[in-house]
């Protein structure tokens, strides 16, 4: 089995698919061998989590308040907002001015979203007061 390569290199792809082949056998080796040469118990303990040594007490499940997980959507916002503008940078001088325009316009809409958050109190951690 042979690929032309703009006509004068040919590439033998037979090597590659017997490696992919031999790979999956592989894997399907060791799962096969895990199940049948791994050590069978159902006792209860095998279910509850154990780490670093220490006994799990208490439940894991905390109330956490939503104003949390809206400061981490908002990282996540801002921090993917940092990311758009590290990749423009080394083109900034190639993208001109309507490159410009276009990084002002995202920005501006991020910047629109921020202040409408902040105008409808999103941000406000403080307890409002009962009349």
């Known amino acids: 089995m042979h690929i032309l390569v703009k006509e004068h290199v040919s590439v033998d792809i037979l090597p590659f698919i017997v490696f992919i082949i031999g790979i999956i056998c592989l894997c399907i080796l060791m799962l096969i061998a895990g199940h049948f040469l791994g050590a069978r118990s159902n006792i ?6 154990y780490e670093s040594g220490i006994d799990s007490v208490g439940s894991a499940r905390l109330c956490m308040s939503v104003k949390f997980y809206l400061v981490a959507m908002f990282f996540v916002i801002f921090d993917t907002e940092a990311i ?8 900034i001088v190639e993208a001109g001015f309507s490159g410009f325009i276009e990084v002002v316009i995202f920005i501006l809409t991020l910047l629109s979203g921020l202040f409408y958050l902040i105008r409808i109190g999103v941000l406000n951690w403080t307890p409002i007061k009962s009349q």
């Open 44 to 49: 209860n303990i095998k279910h509850v989590p």
């Open 84 to 91: 758009f503008l590290f990749a423009w940078s080394p083109v």
